[in-house]
């Protein structure tokens, strides 16, 4: 596993730095952390912050490099992921007062089009990771996803928490409480859906040792958002694939932008090379 951790020396880099080595040390990876900055006067404090996170890092035996490179943030993520291939890169964000200004606005979607592998967006201050919330879309695609959350809950000791959101009712339905499906109810019936949930359960229950199973019913971005929200996690996990085609492509594609955009956590965005 190798991560890229990019931080553009902002108020939250700390947060985002901090964080992005919970992610790296949970799941063992070869770590480089590239920070960048307008000019070399601006450099120093941001230094001092990588080299601290780095020891913290080499510490528990991972292998670390720091870089400071000068310049625009963009063309340096960019051109560093032209010529190296990570299969998990983290770029933070400044918060919402500044959302028009960040570096995640200017890059961060693009790189979650453009990276051959997974992209783990930081908001907010956290610094722990206690809480993982994977969401399933009860198909194959949502298999690495599951695999991926569920090596960051266990690397990390937290909870993990599987969401699955069903599709609202429609409207003529609305109101008749006996077509509303519980969790054990669907896990018992022998649809696509099921099968593939019980075999996330499955994985979870075997690598993490708090595992928790909610079902909700709306529209996915929404319930993800509320339950993220009302359940204090510190990571979203979810998936958005290159090999899916068609109009799952497209809904997984405005998933993953509407949950990446509106949460107020940090979101890992797990996507398969293929």
Not at 63 to 72: I, T
Not at 176 to 201: F, I
Not at 267 to 272: C, E, M, Q
Request: glycine letters at 8%; hydrophobic letters at 45%; proline letters at 2%.
């Amino acid at each position: 596993m190798k991560m890229l951790i990019c931080s553009i020396g902002s108020k939250q880099c700390e947060a985002t730095l901090r964080f992005g080595a919970e992610v790296a040390k949970a799941l063992a990876a070869e770590t480089i952390l590239l920070g960048m900055v307008k000019t070399e006067q601006n450099g120093k404090q941001l230094q001092e912050l990588l080299s601290e996170v780095a020891q913290g890092l080499t510490q528990l035996g991972l292998s670390v490099q720091v870089r400071l490179e000068v310049g625009d943030a963009q063309q340096i993520v960019m051109a560093e992921l032209e010529k190296t291939t990570y299969d998990l890169v983290a770029v933070g964000a400044l918060g919402n007062q500044r959302a028009r200004h960040t570096l995640l606005d200017s890059v961060g979607m693009r790189i979650i089009e453009q990276a051959t592998g997974s992209v783990l967006v930081i908001k907010g201050d956290r610094s722990r990771l206690s809480r993982v919330l994977i969401c399933s879309s009860g198909t194959e695609h949502s298999r690495l996803p599951v695999r991926t959350g569920s090596a960051v809950a266990c690397g990390a000791r937290a909870g993990a928490t599987l969401l699955h959101v069903m599709d609202p009712l429609p409207i003529m339905y609305a109101g008749l409480e006996e077509m509303e499906e519980t969790l054990p109810e669907l896990l018992q019936t022998d649809t696509e859906q099921a099968r593939e949930l019980r075999w996330a359960v499955g994985v979870l229950e075997a690598e993490c040792q708090n595992v928790e199973l909610e079902l909700h019913q709306g529209i996915a971005a929404d319930e993800i958002l509320l339950e993220a929200r009302t359940g204090d996690y510190d990571l979203i996990v979810l998936g958005s694939s290159r090999s899916a085609s068609g109009i799952i492509r497209v809904l997984l594609g405005d998933l993953t932008q509407t949950v990446v955009n509106r949460a107020q956590r940090p979101v890992l965005v797990v996507r398969s090379v293929a």
